[in-house]
């Protein structure tokens, strides 16, 4: 809670402005049981109307007044927790976006989803509510309590007895709340992960007719979220009846007692009435403890999740961008560089020394783990390398920092759009070009064509995730948008995989009529053939190096491939 609190600092204004008003409709509270015993026994018992009309009167002024400030406080209090909602928003996107790989790992999409709008509602809630009733609630069982003591020690004692019994009960259920909440929030996440997963692979779920088995998957872990979430209400809700008890068995007393001390002449029936009427209130201040400790809890989980998150630091701290840069050359040199993932025992890649460059076209193959991607992910800093040196422009990556990332521009395997209009997608590489120029990256990519059959043109709307796009058609516009960057570095992690063999020459073609660095990661010798330099990977390793020609002459690995392929395209 404390950094949820330093936001709070912020709008302090009117958080203190919500506080007093607040305190205002307490001292009201705590004043009008005074009042009415005054009415009842100088008024009433005394028969002096005019007493009655005085302190009527000012118990309505006062009434009035309250209601005026409680209206007040609201709008307050809303600001401050809608003010402070949109602040923790903003930083946890921010924050985010500094993550690196291995952290997006660790905090899955989906709970970094519900911890950005689910804990963050949560969050605002527990703001607003502390600000306008969670400490209203303690502050006038304590001040009903030493009001009642100005009123009649005797009775008052009566009071001292059970409500710290009760707070204890109180106490005790928070406690264990805040555990079942933060449970139940690490439940949600887990569903909202398994409802993401579907919906990204309905198309999958349909085609292999599991519908019943996700169906299965999904029962169960609501029914999980389901029992976790009923423990957590349940154990709530026991506040309600176990306060009533207790503050009935005290009103009871407190009937029994004001009675016998009327008799004796020691109290008078407007004192008993002001002391059952604090009792009263003290026992509806507990009944609001009910909801107010599941606001807490649910809040307090919800602020642990998010100082999570806030309190994160990039495990790979990036510079900020050097402004006076104007470009590269594009030279980049592995120096042995060696790799692992932190949920994987064996090495990425191990030891790799390699030099690209500049305007080179390097071809990268190797089977399905070899370290491909892991490769080309290391050049633009996405992960950073356990051992080794590399640097591009004989400057150590690390000292590039986010400047590198102007210049290399990574196309991956699936293409992702975003939702908007397929110019928006294709400009999202370079906001500032033209229309022209989006184009030009249009007809490079070999999508320009595609592109001008549709009813809209480029303004047609793309789903999201390019739902309504093939994979090739996705591929080409992913294409598009990386050479509307012009990138000094260009790497493409099998961005040509579900183009056919024509249409991925005519795309490679015009790649390599650019002036830069290229990188191509392919699972097709075909794709890379042409390549200045081709490297195989095996198991992490650089196992051979050189052209097509070179390697056919001394790549056992190379030529398998190479025969195998031959084959499967019935070449042999």
Known sequence: MKKIFSYVKIYKKSAVLALILMGLELSVELIQPIIMSIIIDEGIVGQDFQTIIIWLSVLIGLTLLAFAAGIVSSFFAADVSQSVGHDLRRDLFSRVQDFSAVQMQKLTASSLLTRITGDVTQVQAFLFMFLRIMLRAPLFIIGGIIMAFTVHVQLATILVIIVPVLLLIVFWILTEGIKLFRRVQVRLDHLNSIIRENLLGIRLVKAYNRNNHEQLRFNKVNNHLMDDNKKALQLMELTMPIVMLGMNISLVLLLWFGFMEINIGSAQAGEVVAIINYATRIMASFGVFGFLLMNFSRGKASATRISEVLESKPSQVIPKTDSSIANIEGHI??????????????????????????????????????????????????YKAKSGNLSIDNKPIKEWGRAIR???????????????????????????????????????????????????????????????LS??????????????????????????????????????????????TTVVVAQKISSVMDADKILVFDKGCIVASGNHQELIGNSPLYQKIYQSQMKEDGLS
């Open 333 to 382: 040199n592995f120096e042995n560089i060696t790799f692992s993932y932190s949920n994987m025992k064996r090495a990425a890649l191990k030891d790799i020394s390699v030099q690209i460059n500049a305007g080179e076209t390097v071809g990268i193959l190797g089977e399905t783990g070899s370290g491909k991607t892991t490769f080309l992910q290391l050049i633009p800093g996405l």
């Open 406 to 468: 102007d210049f290399v521009t990574l196309v991956p395997q699936e293409g992702f759009l975003f939702s908007g209009t397929i110019k928006e997608n294709i400009a999202w590489g370079n906001e500032k070009a033209q229309f022209d120029d989006i184009v030009r990256a249009a007809k490079d990519a070999n999508i320009h064509s595609y592109i001008m059959t549709l009813p809209d043109q480029y303004e047609t709307r793309v789903g999201q995730r390019g739902v309504n």
């Open 471 to 516: 994979g090739g058609q996705k591929q080409r516009l992913s294409i598009a948008r990386a050479l509307l960057a012009n990138p000094t570095v260009l790497l493409l992690d099998d961005s040509t995989s579900a183009l056919d063999a024509n249409t991925e020459q005519r795309v490679l073609e015009s790649i390599k009529s650019k002036s830069c």
